[in-house]
């Protein structure tokens, strides 16, 4: 998986890295704990510039996080809530869970999912609960740009930072990415 990730990279500079982010946020099983890093790494060896990957990742991821909101937001809640209601228990949800979520969004929405953007497989799905209760869209742009700002800075850091150094990058994001894929 690497490979052509790196080729991409290296091939289409920042606009690779706006893919990769963007195809991590709509695809789940691409994990950007890999991602990330050798982005970084690119960016310490090579024409890229550090500030330039974390933006472009974070677009990429923006674009996908927009289009997962706005999709939800679509949907709407009582559509979902009929889902649920035929179908919740395949995936073992019920309408009860989904209005503690609504009450947790209603009371701390923007640092649910600022807070959301940092933790793997969370990531990519707070966006739809954001969407279902109809969070201000600015509001939602802003928090979720804030954590996915954290997260692609603290990963592409880790690589840019460790330079040539991909042992140690892989040392710890591989074990990170098995818990992902795994999870």
Known sequence: ME???IRLIDGGGYFG?????LTETLILPLPSE???PMAGMRAANGPLSLPGVIAASTAGSMSGNLIWYFAARAIGLERF?????????????DWHDVETVRGHFD???????????LVPAIRTLIS????????????????????TLIFAGGL????????SQIDRVE????PLATIVLGS
Not at 17 to 21: A, E, N, Q, T
Not at 156 to 163: D, K, T
Request: net charge positive; proline share 3%; hydrophobic share 50%.
């Open 34 to 36: 890999l991602i990330l």
């Open 107 to 117: 009371r701390h929405g923007g640092g649910i999912v600022c807070t959301g953007r």
């Open 3 to 5: 490979d052509w990730a």
């Open 156 to 163: 592409a850091g880790l690589g840019y930072y460790a330079g």
């Open 128 to 147: 739809i609960p954001a969407g279902l209760v109809r969070m201000a869209p600015l509001r939602f742009l802003l928090w979720s740009t804030l954590g």
């Open 171 to 174: 040392e710890i994001a591989t």
């Open 81 to 93: 809530r009929r889902f649920v209601e035929r179908h919740g228990r395949w995936v073992a949800l």
């Open 17 to 21: 890295v706006f893919l990769l982010g």
